[in-house]
């Protein structure tokens, strides 16, 4: 290992004084800044109604005036919509979230592996509904057909909840397999 040059190196003067520790920033602050963010961003996926900056600062773990710097920030990039001054609520923006997943979609796969994906999907979709003899998750009576099949009300919540995540796959597809207004779907970046 080279030394220092010179004028990196502490002077007598320097070397005879301990440095302050204590004026030092704390290691587990200097690694915070990702992850409060991540706190936040976290927090705020997780909101299923609007919510008080407080309320928001409690999910994360962390400070009120933080979370109104992250809120801020969040609101200009499109993550979450302010709904009231007084108290400042927000709410989280799922239209933006829809597209930055599209997004990811469209520069993760190209159109034949969106296809794929899509036809997957359609057909577990179809399965369900044959299933439940229904067209819709929401037309499912959970405690009735879970009587009427004598299965328990969780194993058929859990997949009326995974054929409402389908539908949900099936919409971010069919969106990322959309041609661009100028006809340049099929040209994208595939990652």
């Known amino acids: 290992m080279d030394d220092p040059r010179t004028e990196l190196k502490a002077d007598t003067d320097e070397r005879r004084d301990p440095p302050e520790f204590d004026d030092l920033v704390p290691p587990e602050e200097l690694v915070a800044g990702d992850r409060t963010r ?5 927090a705020v996926l ?8 407080g309320e928001i600062a409690d999910l994360a ?3 009120v005036d933080a979370a109104r710097e992250y809120l801020e920030w969040f609101e200009r990039m499109g993550i979450v919509t302010q709904i009231t001054d007084s108290p400042a609520t927000y709410e989280r923006n799922q239209e933006y979230l829809n597209w930055r997943r599209v997004q990811q979609l469209r520069n993760q796969y190209d159109d034949e592996e969106l296809l794929a994906f899509l036809e997957d999907a359609v057909e577990r979709d179809e ?10 998750p929401d037309a499912v009576a959970i405690a009735a057909h879970a009587t009427d099949t ?4 969780e194993t058929v919540w859990r997949e009326v909840s995974a054929w ?3 539908r949900r796959r099936i919409s971010l597809l069919e969106r990322a397999l959309q041609t661009d207004t100028d006809g340049t779907a099929g040209q994208r970046t595939v990652a």
């Open 38 to 42: 991540d706190d936040f961003f976290d």
């Open 46 to 53: 997780g909101l299923g109604s609007p919510a008080t900056v």
């Open 61 to 63: 773990g962390h400070g």
């Open 127 to 136: 399965s369900f509904a044959e299933k439940f003899g229904v067209e819709s």
């Open 150 to 153: 004598d299965r328990s009300v």
């Open 164 to 166: 409402k995540t389908t």
